[in-house]
C-alpha cells in the first residue's frame, strides 16, 4: 500500500467553482500534512500546511484533516484558470524526520 | 523568504558521460538537503538525504555509486549522475528545509535531464 494516494484525475471544475482535492495516508503516526501546487515543468511550491485536525483556512485555500479517517483534503474556492496545476499532497511520517512522502499527485484543470 | 537555487535547469548529454547538478541555499544554511526525482506524470520520489560533512543517506532502489551527492558546505549540496544512461532521463529536484525545526521545505527550480 502506497504511504499517500491521491485521486490522479484529470479533475475539471468551470471558474468560480470550489474544487475539491482529496488526499489519504496510510501511517497512523503522521505529523504533519502540506499540500503543494505544481505547474508543468516547475518545481512544487507550498501553499498549505495543517498538523492538527480541523479546517485551516488561507484566502482561497482551506486545508482540512482528519487524522482518524487518515484523510487529509484542499479546497480552493472561486477557482482561476491560473489555478490550473497539478497539486500534490505531502505527509511527513515520522517525527523528527524532515523529508516528505509525496501523493502522484492531482491534476485541476480550471476551466474558463 | 528562503531560496534555493539549482542549477541547470536543463541538460542534455550523450550516453555514458557525467551530469553534476547543483543546489545552494541562498539566504540560509541547510544542514541538510532531499534530492527528488521525478518521472513524467509520477510523483516526487526521494533518492537520498544530503547532510553536511557526512555521507549521503540513500533510499532503497538508488546506486549511491551512480548517483553521487557531495555537501560540502553550509549552502551548497550537488547531485552528479554517473554514466548516465536514457534510462536516467528524468525531473531531479532538490529541497531543503530552513532549519532543523522547519518543516517545510523549498526547492530548487529543478533540472531536466535528457540522455541521448
Known amino acids: 500500500q502506497k504511504e499517500v494516494e491521491q485521486n490522479s484525475g484529470p479533475l475539471s471544475v468551470p471558474e468560480g467553482a470550489i474544487a475539491s482535492l482529496n488526499c489519504t495516508y496510510s501511517?497512523?503516526?503522521?505529523?504533519?500534512f502540506f499540500w503543494y501546487r505544481q505547474y508543468s515543468g516547475k518545481s512544487p511550491e507550498l501553499i498549505m500546511s495543517?498538523?492538527?485536525?480541523g479546517d485551516k483556512e488561507d484566502g482561497r485555500f482551506t486545508a482540512q484533516l482528519n487524522k482518524a479517517s487518515q484523510y487529509v483534503s484542499l479546497l480552493i474556492r472561486d477557482s482561476q484558470p491560473s489555478d490550473s496545476a497539478t497539486y500534490l499532497c505531502?505527509?511527513?511520517?515520522?517525527?523528527?524526520?524532515?523529508?516528505?512522502?509525496f501523493g502522484t499527485g492531482t491534476r485541476l484543470t480550471v476551466i474558463p | 523568504g528562503a531560496v534555493v537555487s539549482q542549477h541547470p535547469s536543463w541538460v542534455i548529454c550523450k550516453s555514458g558521460t557525467s551530469v553534476k547538478i547543483e543546489c545552494r541555499s541562498l539566504?540560509?544554511?541547510?544542514?541538510?538537503m532531499f534530492w527528488y526525482r521525478q518521472f513524467p506524470k509520477q510523483s516526487l520520489m526521494l533518492m537520498a538525504t544530503?547532510?553536511?560533512?557526512?555521507?549521503?543517506?540513500?533510499e532503497q532502489g538508488v546506486e549511491k555509486d551512480k548517483f553521487l551527492i557531495n555537501h560540502a558546505s553550509l549552502t551548497l549540496s550537488t547531485l552528479t549522475v554517473t554514466s548516465a544512461h536514457p534510462e536516467d532521463s528524468s525531473f531531479y529536484i532538490c529541497?531543503?528545509?530552513?532549519?532543523?525545526?522547519?518543516?517545510?521545505?523549498?526547492f530548487g527550480s529543478g533540472t531536466q535531464l535528457s540522455v541521448l
Open positions: 544530503s547532510n553536511e560533512g557526512s555521507k549521503a543517506t540513500y
Open positions: 505531502a505527509v511527513k511520517l515520522m517525527a523528527g524526520a524532515n523529508n516528505l512522502f
Open positions: 539566504d540560509f544554511q541547510a544542514t541538510t
Open positions: 495543517i498538523y492538527s485536525n
Open positions: 501511517d497512523r503516526v503522521s505529523q504533519s
Open positions: 529541497s531543503a528545509p530552513r532549519d532543523s525545526h522547519n518543516e517545510k521545505l523549498f
